[in-house]
């Protein structure tokens, strides 16, 4: 006898033997049939006879409690488990981008310091004779912050007391070596003064057409950190300021007139340069600080 479809029935199964299970009839591919006696093979257990009750009447399996859910109006609401909600409490300081910020405001920009503040450095004031360059140069390392020296070539010039070259007889061999003798002086003062935490400014009427003698000597000799700036006020001024001098540091007016044509010539070098015809000391020796804190800021390629 066969269903309508056309599978065969299952044998019935005889009194006191349990019901033969078809779906066990199918294994799958690849696999050996599980015989009585083999080797991983569960010992057979026989039913109960027919008529007959258990010895043990089988366990109910343990359900959990059933909890209604609550119900909602239909169309309202998300029918899921109910969404995870973040802690209210604020993040930890330790928490990646958490800043804290103060009451009352934003934090503000902290504010840099005004001029060269604490700075360790080295000045190169150049200027022609009667720039004011040697009481512009005291005055500002007088009222810093910090320990800074003032170093005048004029007044190095001056140590040597018998045998001395006078500017006044103009400028010959003599007078050069004497001018390079006082400029290594003053620059191993002045690396002297810096390796012991010292700010340093040196004055000198530095010639922009004579860059190995000038400014590239002063450079070897103090460092590559020097930082030159030009004093240059008007001519009329420059004249002025001379004829107040007295001894070997008052020169000709043609002499001084000469000098502060040569000065011209940074305009154009990329240094920076104060005019200083309208203003006192104090107020010249604050540009100079103020030049003198952008050049750190920013360092030129000189």
């Known amino acids: 006898m066969q269903h309508a479809g056309g599978a065969p029935l299952p044998p019935p199964h005889a009194p006191g033997q349990p019901p033969h299970d078809w779906a066990q009839g199918i294994e799958p591919e690849g696999t050996a049939p599980l015989r009585p006696g083999a080797p991983g093979t569960p010992p057979y ?45 604020p993040p930890s300081r330790d928490t990646t981008g958490h800043v804290a910020l103060p009451p009352g405001g934003p934090v503000p920009l902290p504010q840099a310091p005004e001029g060269t503040g604490a700075t360790t450095l080295a000045v190169l004031l150049i200027g022609p004779a009667g720039a004011g360059k040697t009481t512009v140069a005291r005055y500002w390392a007088q009222h810093r912050r910090v320990p800074t020296a003032h170093i005048s070539l004029d007044d190095v010039r001056e140590w040597v007391c018998s045998g001395f070259a006078d500017p006044q007889s103009g400028w010959n061999d003599h007078s050069e070596a004497q001018y390079r003798l006082a400029r290594r002086t003053c620059g191993f003062a002045a690396r002297n003064f810096l390796a012991n935490g010292i700010s340093c400014i040196l004055d000198d009427a530095v010639f922009p057409d004579r860059p190995v003698v000038g400014l590239g000597g002063w450079k070897r000799h103090v460092g590559p950190g020097l930082l030159p700036v030009v004093l240059l006020p008007g001519l009329e001024v420059v004249l002025e300021r001379n004829a107040e001098r007295s001894g070997n540091r008052r020169l000709s007016d043609e002499e001084v007139a000469g000098i502060h044509g040569r000065m011209a010539g940074w305009y154009g070098s990329g240094l920076p340069i104060i005019d200083n015809s309208q203003y006192d000391v104090p107020t010249t020796a604050r540009l100079l600080d103020d030049v003198l804190a952008r050049t750190i800021a920013s360092p030129p390629n000189w």
């Open 45 to 89: 257990q026989p039913g109960p006879a027919a008529g007959q009750l258990p010895a043990h009447p089988p366990t109910a399996p343990t359900q959990a409690p059933h909890h209604p859910a609550t119900q909602q109006p239909p169309g309202q609401g998300w029918h899921g488990p109910a969404p995870q909600h973040a802690s209210a409490r």
